[in-house]
């Protein structure tokens, strides 16, 4: 097993200035040793060298002198029993190595190169990426003692945009030229209404992999226990996301659990190490997030089955803020100490979301991921056991396919990838375009797309299957609405009445048509609901919307949520893990929508999994012995208070 499958990190990234490189790193090793981190992540090359390069391309930082930061780094860490992961960012050079060398060089139609502050944006296509790079990363594998590297992610699509975020087209640069040119035998496209877009995307995509390829081959040439992490999936041991905040965008609480969750039920030969990143955002990188938001990321990862990982800019020196340095030595600690049971989680879940594939890395359009936010928002309110897995990786070796119901949030794969008794709840645009597939699956036909639907309404009348709905008729529907053809409709379409004077709004006539079907099978009960139902709840945040998922997957699909009397604010896991289970809660009731406070503490919690003949439940945050009772085959167990975080381990 390679030293990073133990899935156990505890490190603090240090995305470090230039002027970082002259620090002294004995004070810096004994600082680290204080937040009981087992693995570091600090400044090695790419745009800056924090050690003494040989070769010509590469950029030394001038505040190194006779030093060599990295290697004095990796000495002391190991005497320390800690790991050192390089950081490299391939996607700049420093100006003066842009100057020597401008076909390295995105270029732009204008003939313009993007720097920011004497970096300079470089293109997959030129020398550098494809081959100096490699120089750079051989170097440092075959000079030092390295336990991994980490590389900022790179793409034609950043290489584009400057630090600020704005776009600078399409590059021009020769060898963009050139090579695609060879490839596909005519000219580059110049900007994104040319025909041949799906062709340049093609290309791109093919570049990066031999990039991603050429990073791999060159560190595993040297010592294949060298670990290689970045945001991407390919030749990738352990694969790196962040929880970070924007001030533009919303903000969610689910974040850390939604990462680690998808790469836990996607690749279960990779572990994933989700960032916390310890800034209001890129542009105010010297200010903290709260302290409980950091706290409620840690745990959230340590309950999905990842590890911890923290990050700040520059070192514990010339960083302006501690807020948040307690909080992270204290859960670092509670971590060391009980790392035996965490890293190896085994899942319970009876249901899997498939996140749709075009929204894998697409994080800044939100458009795309609100379904399927909306409704992992609703599963983890109704503390549903689930597992997550991207719908390009359903049916790869080893991903789970034996749900008992898999929820597709406006996608149409194949429901052959799944066990034969696995039921199908579909939401959205599900099998929209593939009619046969949505008949045979659900017995409706798609007739349209209602695009006006201010004051439109699903009409409930099915009390039976709608539980939740004894008072309530009428349920507001917006956005686009697919109408359906349905035998067995439970979900009448109202179209938009009348919103004028209320005196003379009294016509209400239901279409014909119905938002919902159920198919009864003998082995299964697969249901459409033609509407962005989970879109609905995570943009305006009516319960109806949720009760509707709740009551079909309750009344409809016979899953059951893990049973406690946890209110809908506090996160609940059942998984397995090393030496038996293990039940995790994550309290959240410090979250108002935009600000994080201390959690409010929630008292005499109860939850009761499967009796499997444990005849001990420890609370490991407290050392001590948890109270429970066997009933049957059921075992209650019992927690007098949780604060922030608890974990029960069952055994």
């Not at 391939?90 to 139609?109: N, Q």
């Not at 990738?236 to 990462?259: A, W």
């Not at 016509?507 to 609905?536: A, C, P, V, W």
């Not at 893990?577 to 008292?603: D, R, S």
Request: with cysteine; proline share 3%; hydrophobic share 35%.
């Amino acid at each position: 097993m390679s030293w990073w499958q133990k899935n156990n990190f505890r490190m603090i990234q240090f995305n470090m200035e230039g002027r970082d490189a002259g620090m002294d790193v004995d004070e810096f090793i004994e600082q680290c040793k204080e937040f009981h981190v087992n693995t570091i992540m600090v400044g090695a090359g790419g745009m800056v060298g924090f050690y003494p390069s040989k070769l010509e391309h590469q950029y030394v930082s001038p505040f190194l002198g006779d030093k060599d930061m990295l290697g004095d780094i990796i000495k002391k860490a190991h005497e320390n029993n800690i790991k050192v992961i390089g950081r490299f960012d391939i996607s700049k050079v420093h100006e003066t190595v842009a100057e020597r060398h401008p076909e390295w060089l995105f270029l732009s139609t204008e003939g313009k190169n993007v720097s920011m502050e004497q970096m300079v944006n470089c293109c997959i296509s030129g020398e550098y990426m494809s081959k100096k790079a490699m120089e750079t990363l051989h170097e440092v594998a075959t000079t030092y003692d390295i336990d991994g590297i980490f590389f900022n992610f790179f793409s034609y699509l950043w290489a584009g945009r400057d630090y600020s975020g704005k776009e600078h087209g399409l590059c021009q640069c020769d060898e963009c030229k050139k090579q695609f040119k060879e490839m596909f035998g005519h000219d580059l496209p110049k900007d994104k209404t040319d025909p041949h877009m799906d062709e340049l995307e093609k290309f791109y995509d093919i570049n990066t992999k031999k990039v991603l390829d050429s990073i791999h081959d060159t560190i595993k040439s040297v010592n294949p226990n060298i670990l290689i992490s970045t945001y991407n999936d390919r030749n990738i041991d352990v694969m790196r996301n962040e929880s970070n905040t924007h001030i533009s965008m919303p903000s969610s609480i689910y974040t850390s659990s939604e990462h680690c969750m998808t790469i836990e039920g996607s690749y279960p030969q990779k572990t994933i190490a989700n960032c916390s990143i310890n800034a209001v955002e890129i542009f105010w990188r010297f200010m903290g997030v709260s302290k409980y938001e950091n706290a409620l990321r840690f745990y959230q990862c340590l309950a999905s089955g990842s590890q911890l990982d923290f990050c700040i800019v520059g070192t514990f020196n010339n960083y302006p803020e501690t807020k948040n340095f307690d909080t992270v030595k204290r859960i670092f600690s509670y971590h060391e100490e009980n790392e035996k049971y965490y890293g190896n989680m085994k899942s319970k879940a009876d249901i899997v979301l498939v996140r749709p594939a075009n929204s894998t890395y697409a994080f800044w359009n939100y458009e795309i991921l609100n379904e399927y936010y909306g409704l992992f928002k609703i599963l983890k309110e109704g503390h549903y056991n689930f597992d997550v897995v991207l719908e390009q990786c359903l049916g790869e070796e080893g991903v789970r396919r034996d749900y008992k119901l898999a929820i597709l949030p406006g996608i149409s794969p194949d429901p052959s990838i799944f066990a034969p008794d696995t039921q199908i709840l579909a939401t959205a645009n599900s099998f929209k375009e593939k009619p046969e597939l949505m008949e045979e699956l659900f017995d409706v036909k798609y007739i349209k797309t209602e695009t006006q639907n201010k004051g439109s309404y699903a009409v409930v009348s099915d009390k039976e299957t709608f539980t939740s709905f004894k008072d309530c008729d009428w349920v507001f529907v917006y956005n686009d609405v697919n109408v359906l053809d349905a035998k067995n409709s439970r979900l009448e379409y109202m179209p938009r009445t009348k919103y004028a004077p209320v005196e003379s709004a009294n016509e209400f006539k239901t279409s014909g048509y119905s938002l919902m079907d159920i198919k009864k099978q003998i082995d299964r009960t697969n249901t459409i609901i033609s509407f962005g139902i989970g879109t609905h709840y995570l943009l305006y945040g009516y319960t109806e919307h949720r009760n509707m998922v709740f009551d079909l997957i309750n009344n409809v699909h016979g899953v059951a949520p893990i049973k406690t009397n946890a209110p809908d604010q506090v996160e609940v896991f059942y998984s397995g893990c090393p030496g038996g289970c293990m039940v995790q809660y994550v309290n959240l009731t410090g979250f108002n929508g935009k600000t994080y406070f201390k959690p409010i503490a929630v008292n005499n919690l109860e939850v009761t999994v499967p009796y499997e003949g444990a005849t001990s439940v420890k609370n490991l945050m407290s050392g001590n012995e948890a109270e429970f009772e066997i009933d049957g085959t059921e075992m209650i167990i019992k927690l007098d208070n949780l604060s922030d975080y608890a974990a029960l381990f069952i055994s």
